[in-house]
Structures are given as C-alpha cells and as structure tokens.
C-alpha cells in the first residue's frame, strides 16, 4: 500500500465533485471521483470488495474522492478523513436531487450516518474538513491540500464562486415545504443538525 495515498469521503452531496476537480488539477496527483460508481450495493458484505479497493490503490499519488467509501474507511489502510455538511442541507439536496419517492430511505441513511461520524470523531480525533468552509475560499480549501501532502495546485486559479454538480432547480427549500407533504416533523434531522453546528462550532 502506497503510504501517502488518500480517501476523502462523506455523505452524498457534500463537494466530492467540486473537491475532486481541484485536487485534479493537480500534474503530479491522479484523484478520482467515485471510479466504482454504485458498487458497494452489491458488494458491501463481499470481503473481497475491500481487496478490490485496496488494488486501486496501489499507484503511486493516487486519492480518491468518495462519498461511497464512507462504508469502508474504517476497513482500509489508507489514509482519510471525512467531508461533513450540515445534514439537513444534504437531505434537502438529495430530496431536490432524486425525487420524494426514496425520501425515507435518505432520511435515515442520513442520521445513521452522522451519528456514525461524531462518535468516530469524538472517540478516535477523526480528521474531518467541513463543506461550509472548504467551498467558501481558497484559504479555507488550503488545509484540504496540507493535510493530502499536495504542493503543485495553484488556488488562485480556482473559481470558488462556480459550484459544480449543484440542483438545477430546487423544489423544496425547507423542511416545512416537506412537512406539508409528509405530515411528519422531521425532529430527529433538526436534532441532528443542532448536534453539528454545535459540533463544529466548538
């Protein structure tokens, strides 16, 4: 296993593309976008699968930005940390993104997640950069680079105005919008968002 090689990963909808595009630019780095694809659905209980992801990395200056290893960080000798974004702006997203029909789904995908995240950063000092900050500016965006070990992109050139992969149109803007279809007051996600800007502010 190539020691400097890396794993960004979080939740869906969290600047894996727009991170992803910048590292890129980079001469010396080749960082991928979820090169798997949708893989881990049916290979999440497949031991070999950790192989298989353990070979892609075995190039030098290689990364990959992944929102599906967010399954199997914990399993891989590769260094990494985790892409947060205020959980209830990624619900909104995916909601916008993919339709109500799979709402539920997402929901609790979402809290499961996150409640994942703060205990492996609480318990174990998980490194973690935070979508709020790393798309706002290019001095924001530098300790992503510090903390990979990459020296040849020039943040200058970066247009941090121009989001990438972002909604088209966006539907529903609240969760009230929501409540007025489901019926349900969605207090585990408001909990759960309180619980992170909490978090990150301290």
Known sequence: MVTDNFILTGFGRSGTKFIQTILNTSKLWQVEHEPRGNDYKINKTDGNYIRKIEKDFE??????????????????????????RNPKNIFLSVVNRKGMNQWCTYYEEIIVTYRNFFKEIEENNKKYF???????SKEEFEPILKFLGIDDINLNDIDFNKKINTNKQKK???????????????????????????????
């Open 59 to 84: 190039k030098e200056h290689y990364g990959e930005v992944n929102s599906y290893l967010r399954f199997y960080y914990k399993e891989l000798s590769i260094k990494s940390a985790l892409l947060l």
């Open 130 to 136: 935070v979508f709020e900050n790393y798309t706002k």
């Open 172 to 202: 529903y803007n609240n969760l009230q919008d929501l409540r007025e279809i489901t019926n349900l007051d969605f207090s585990h996600l408001e909990k759960l968002e309180q619980r992170y800007l909490e978090f990150i502010i301290n």
